[in-house]
């Protein structure tokens, strides 16, 4: 079943990628005269952040004096580095969800392999979320501006301390009233915070997409690997025993949870579609509405913030 949500929706991505890419490169093809080199850095200047397009331009204008074939290409290839690789930090937010996403296909993999009775609708949603995750890796968030790079900051910490929250929630430590407005909490303080460092409320918007993101990969990376490596200590989850010991499978004995294969397959299946729905819908839901609260919040803050030239204080000089 896995292949057959996920392979379609994986080649009609990669085709849509594919059939972008070769108009991109068409189009700078035909502005470049069909310059090779040329073609490759207006590709690269055109990846650059909206507060480097000085910059950018100002490698156009000295590849343009530059006529040995060999200094041209070099420059073009120094390009595309800057291009692809903006900072540091935005390599490391890149590897850690590349390697999140990794996390979550692996444990659903297994997932299937072990219990394999999971419906199409949440393999789909699995999928749609794992592919946002590819292309946040490949660099489709932009990141390096001040804004993004400050929302990337925020989002990661907020997202994570969110999902760590929600997965403590849903286990037998038996904190689930408190975790919600907890996380809503930590969710808007974050956007606040990232609002009130940069002074423009899109960052707190910017912020609830992040969280959204990480909050929802460790959510599921938490959860699922609770579950199978963990399944003894679910037998202190009380609610989850009542739900087994009401609907879980019978046998000549009865219903035991003394009898594994069957209580860890019923828990599997129970918890995947607890990862999926609040990983994938909740999490992003709280992250997306506390962030936009906190950007509204965080505005208004700074709006009764008088800067010294509106309360008459004599300026520095």
């Keep these: 079943m896995i292949v057959v949500v996920v392979g379609p929706l994986l080649v009609g991505t990669m085709v849509w990628l594919l059939r972008r890419f070769i108009r991109t490169v068409s189009a700078a093809w035909r502005a470049s005269a069909h310059d090779g080199a040329l073609t ?166 910017r912020t609830g997409l992040w969280i959204a993101l990480f909050g929802g990969l460790v959510f599921f990376i938490g959860l699922m690997t609770l579950t199978f490596a963990a399944a003894g200590w679910f037998t202190h989850d009380t609610e989850a025993v009542s739900v087994f010991n009401n609907f879980g499978p019978v046998t000549q004995h009865g219903h035991q949870l003394s009898q594994w294969p069957g209580f860890a397959a019923f828990l599997a299946r129970r918890e995947s579609a607890v990862a999926v729905l609040v990983g994938f819908i909740g999490v992003p839901l709280i992250a997306i509405v506390s962030g936009t609260v906190g950007a509204i919040l965080g505005g208004h803050r700074r709006q009764r913030t008088p800067s010294p030239a509106r309360s008459g204080a004599p300026l520095p000089h």
């Design 40 to 205: 490759v850095v207006m590709l690269a200047t055109d990846r650059i952040p909206d507060d480097a397009i000085g910059w950018a331009a100002a490698m156009r204008a000295e590849f343009g004096s530059i006529d040995d074939r060999g200094a041209r290409w070099r420059f073009a290839m120094g390009c595309v580095r800057v291009a692809c690789l903006p900072n540091s930090r935005a390599i490391v937010s890149r590897v850690v969800v590349a390697g999140a996403v990794v996390a979550c296909t692996t444990l659903e993999i297994y997932g299937r392999a072990q219990f394999p009775s999971q419906s199409a609708g949440y393999t789909a949603l699995f999928a749609g979320f794992m592919l946002v995750g590819v292309w946040t890796a490949l660099g489709g968030v932009p990141g390096a501006e001040t804004g993004g790079a400050l929302a990337r900051r925020y989002g990661t910490t907020g997202g994570v301390a969110v999902g760590i929250v929600l997965v403590a929630a849903v286990t037998p430590l038996a904190i689930g009233a408190y975790a919600v407005p907890f996380a809503v909490a930590v969710a808007m303080a974050t956007a606040v915070g990232a609002v009130s460092a940069s002074g423009d409320p899109r960052t707190g918007l």
